[in-house]
């Protein structure tokens, strides 16, 4: 007995210009999580970036982005048309073990930011930083040149409210259109930047967008980043609370919590799927998928109403 995938599987392309189609994806939450490298993210970006392919957007997520996800409908969205979709926080890592997957490694966005700046300075292309703190961006920009000398980098940051109003989203695209970038680095915070790479920034022929959250202030020293260690065990969030327990106890305390409750409500999802499938392949059931596929055929699930037993008999009893 065949199963009917539609049922359970969102309508959106896997393969894209930086997704290869080998590329194995692991649902964390209400986002499917790209398993791949640092180097092989990096490398298609590059690639991407150097032929100046269409317009394309990489979300980098962590336990907050989760969250948000859950409520945000329109998040939902954004995340189903992003062309890569890459591990920002160990807690995405360890959510994919708890389902008995893998995702290979963390790539936090500091780290990809640092890195493809410098692949950037190697082959010659442009990149522009928009947003960030005020001074921010170009305070990462001289760190960034003074490692790599060649790398070309423009920087702009958008007034406070810049995405409400007309002129402060056109004195926005004008800054990045001028510079033509090849990649273009977005820190404005989630999930605004990730509005706004989706709805303006696509539009702005630059062939690589990618949120990078706070990473400009930790690249131009003005928030320190936790040690080594602590990073490799897993604890940079509990880091940055300590240094800022009032701006960040709601977002690491209540948010670890609400992740925690999504990923528990997701494991048992995954068990009764796992059990589902089992039953599938054992060829356990008798004709009740054949009846759910001709209640879709029907239309009868697009309804609003609820299906009664008199429709699945209008269905499946021949009239006399």
Known sequence: MSINTQWF???VSSHTPLRGPDVIRIGVGHALVDNCSSQEVCAAIIAHAKNRGKPTFVI???AQHIVLLEKERRLQEVYDRADLVIPDGISLLIAARLYGRSLQQRIAGVDI??????LAAEVDLQVFLLGGRPGSAELAAAVLKAEYPNLKCSTYCPPLGFEQSTDGLKRTADAITTARPNILFVALGAPKQEF???EHGLHLAVPVCIGVGGSFEIVGGIVPRAPLWTQKIGCEWLYRFSREPRRMWR???IGNLEFAAIVLRQRMRRAFLDAFVQFVNEDRFAAELSEL???QRGGLLNRGAGITTHDVEGLTTPSL
């Open 60 to 62: 980098t997520p962590n």
């Open 251 to 253: 977002r690491y305390l």
């Open 196 to 198: 706004w790479i989706y």
């Open 9 to 11: 599987t969102p309508s």
């Open 113 to 118: 930011f640092k890195v493809l700046c410098g």
């Open 293 to 295: 596929t001709l209640l």
